[in-house]
């Protein structure tokens, strides 16, 4: 028989999940009802606690809904007893996973595969990182191949580089830095990615590689502070890369453009005349309580029209993309769930909004695809808050389409 | 055999002769016009004789129709060869780029200490040399080649050659088996078709194919949203079969099927050799994909370079 | 079963494949490489019969590219040795004779691994020269079957092999050990290993050194030339926005009349 002491799910949760948490689980279900699709998964968190303590550890890791946890932190958010549920004990549980042998799915593997192999997780060539910047008509500094002192390393992550609807508001964003002035460089062809999707997927090896590379890329470079437009890879900077001895100064660019909001202001010219709702990404939202610098942004635009979803804040519903849910739609359906992004474009709409607010680089493809699903194509526009700035200063890319 | 023939390595499968094999024929015999020499098949089996008038574009047919030749094993198929081949010539051996052409081909001309080309897709002689076009790196990347040593061992790409119109003189030796058969280490047991009941993508008038530019399972939805309002069926090559994403039914090329439909949409399908010899005869072919580069533009009459995810939406709705 | 695999690394689609200077290679400084697909397929193979019936598996691969991570890869996921063999050349990869040669020799020296069966790749996208699997049926003296999609193994020294046929029809082959196979596809898909356990394999792992002597290496085959095709002269390519190409799309497919 095996007692509490030697269980391997007791053992496992002692080890990984910074000790006494997990222990202190009360069961009180608040994670689970919280959970998005806590209703689709045949362990909602609760459950991964209640079966690991009861030695069946084997269960949960060879289980569909292991992979189902989009990383939106309502359960980490809620927990009374403040159990770090989304970015330890989900993670530790599916690394546990593949280290006994268990496959996770086949487009999470391939992610995996092309972050490894080619530092970015769409699997595109290295030395294509910059050619979202080829017609680009304000000056790029890329350090790695001018090392100069910058004020801000703006580190632009794989979507912004890659992903053709991201390229442009990528754009907007060089063009806004250099409206303000600001001495900014990238990384050219050495940027790789910052790893947080998916440590939050498991790949614990894979997250300490890219620490430790980005660590001594970093280091070779001057910069006042890292500034960065993907909201995932702030959370890593900031809250997990100094566990590794990597710290650096870092911000989201919302909170970085508010604290400049009196140089910014006047250049914000044109109206934009819109209803607009934000929507309040999980990342710089419930993990980091940036709420009130992206709505500044947005009021501080003319013609913006600012109207709340019922959930907003540390409330809003998650877009279902975040820690590999990117890549996992399919096996999410294919067992239950649905694509909360559906939801949330709805969600949008019933407050009169014409066009959702987003400051995360996985939302605007998401979203977009479901304004097509919910029937609200052309009613609801989707745009990253960079791209009404832009707009709003006359720079701005995507209206001039 | 004289050193200035060229022998094919004619293939049965299921009973009818590979479309393959008349390609190669017709490849045989503009090279034999430049050589002088003669072009012979070589058609090994059982039951295979009654083939053997088909392959009229040939000057002789050798035809080995024994028991022990029944179903394809490399040992028995590559001794007979060899044999056969003897102590002169030919120039060149086509074999195609095929399923038994990969296996007989190269240990042939090991046997030969004949230099074997793999992947050829052009092939000339000038005076004593062969010059030789091959496709490699999924088709990114041309070489080439010339070849003077004789014989040579060339593994043709399906739609390198165009059947012959022109005839041989088409003369068929029936033979006995030149060396002794015994079953060897490798044995057929059984062949092993599709489970019946699924689409026959042979059949369809539309096809809309899939290749991991597809990237998730998810998607395909998308696709297969396209081939509905067309009146289609969805297809794919073989990197989604693998997945399991789809049945082996629908896999389109060297190891699937071989479609002529009225309409072929590749979606995300880089345009591999392999995948091509299944769809290239298609009557109309749009290709779409984010590489400039993809070889599927070569055989497309219509291309998109863009996102699937964008672009196919779009035409579903364009045309209902 | 005591079982070789033969992994050899192959250039890198996704990057842009650049011809060296002498205009008849692949630029060898710009080639990024990965494992040849069918090859981490033998692998995979390699691993489920050693899972179901017990024995060894041998990794082998010439030193070639950057073999060192498709190597650590193999050992993480559960390969018992590895043997890699020295190679000298940087700019240009062993030919498929040349290769099948040292390949040869290395696994018939591996004395205590007595290999039964050797599984390869039954193809790579690079191989011009040659084929490598059946070349190293020769070369081993063995038989050899290709274009296999899973081995099931079989009762005391042999295999079930199943080789693919156009129209996805398969042949049930029996092979009778010892044997080269080719593998085209494994019965399942290669298995993930996580990055951890592949630095940890960095770190423990040791590779064994098996030299063999110089292969022939004049094949009677002389590269002219090696260059990208021509950008298509074919398709007619269309342009615009998302909507603009599907509206020009669909009034192609009336014209042909595939729709009303």
Known sequence: MTTLQTDPGMEFLAQRVDGDPAFGCIQCGTCAASCPLGAAMEYPPRQLILQARSGNLDKILSSASLWMCVGCHTCSSRCPRGIELADDLWPALRDRAMQEGIQPPAELQETFQNIFKYGNSLGESARKRLDWAKELDVPLRDLSKEPTAVEVLWLVCDYPSYYPRNQVVTRDFARVLTALGVRWGVLGNKEKAVGDCDRLYGEEGLFEMLVENNKKLFDKYQFEKIVTLDAHSYRALEHFYPRYGAEYPVEHYTSYLADRLDLLKPLLTKPVKATVTYHDNCCIGRRADIFDQPRMLLEAIPGVKLVEMARNRENALCCGGGGGGMWLDGHIVEHGGQRLSDQRVRQAAEVGAEVLAVSCPLELSRFEDSTKVAGLENKLLVRDIIELLAESMDLGEKEKQ | MSAQDILVLAEVNQDAVADITFELLGGARQLAGATGGQVVAVLLGHGVAKHAETLSAADRIIVIDQEQLAAFSPTPYLAVLESLVGSEGPRVVLAGSTTIGLDVAPMLGAKLNAPVVNACQQVAVEGDVLKITAAICGGKVLADLEVSASPAVLLMLPGSFRPSEDKGAATVETLPSPVELQPGAVTFEKMILPAAGDVDITQQDVLVAVGRGIQQEDNMEVAEELAESLGGELAASRPIIDQGWLPTTRQVGKSGMVVKPKCFIALGVSGAPEHVEGMKDSELIIAVNTDPGAPIFDVADYGVVADLLDVVPALTEAIK | ?260
């Open chain 3, 1 to 260: 079963m005591n079982i070789a695999v033969v992994v050899r690394q192959v250039p890198d689609l996704v990057e842009p494949l650049e011809i060296d200077a002498s205009g008849t290679a692949l630029d060898m400084d710009e080639v990024e490489f990965l494992i040849n697909e069918t090859d981490d397929h033998a692998l995979e193979q390699a691993l489920l019969l050693k899972e179901s019936g017990g024995g060894s598996v041998t990794v082998v691969a010439i030193d070639f590219g950057e073999v060192d991570d498709v190597l650590y890869t193999a050992a993480a996921k559960g390969a018992d040795r590895i043997v890699k063999i020295p190679y000298d050349d940087e700019d240009c990869p062993p030919r498929p004779t040349e290769a099948a040669a040292m390949i040869a020799e290395a696994v018939k020296d591996i004395k205590d691994i007595d290999a039964e069966l050797v599984l390869v790749g039954s193809s790579a996208h690079d191989e011009l020269e040659g084929v490598l699997a059946p070349l190293l049926a020769i070369k081993l003296e063995l038989p050899y079957l290709g274009v296999i999609r899973g081995v099931k193994p079989g009762e005391g020294g042999q295999v079930t092999a199943f080789k693919e046929f156009p129209g996805a029809a398969m042949a049930q082959m029996n092979v009778k050990l010892p044997a080269v196979l080719g593998i085209l596809a494994a019965d399942q898909p290669p298995r993930y290993v996580p990055v951890s356990r592949i630095r940890a394999a960095m770190k423990s792992t040791e590779f064994e050194e098996k030299e063999t002597a110089a292969a022939e290496t004049e094949t009677g085959v002389t590269v002219l030339r090696m260059y990208h095709p021509e950008p298509s002269e074919r398709a007619e390519m269309l342009t615009g926005s998302e909507d603009d190409v599907a509206a020009r799309l669909a009034e192609i497919l009336k014209e042909k009349g595939v729709i009303q």
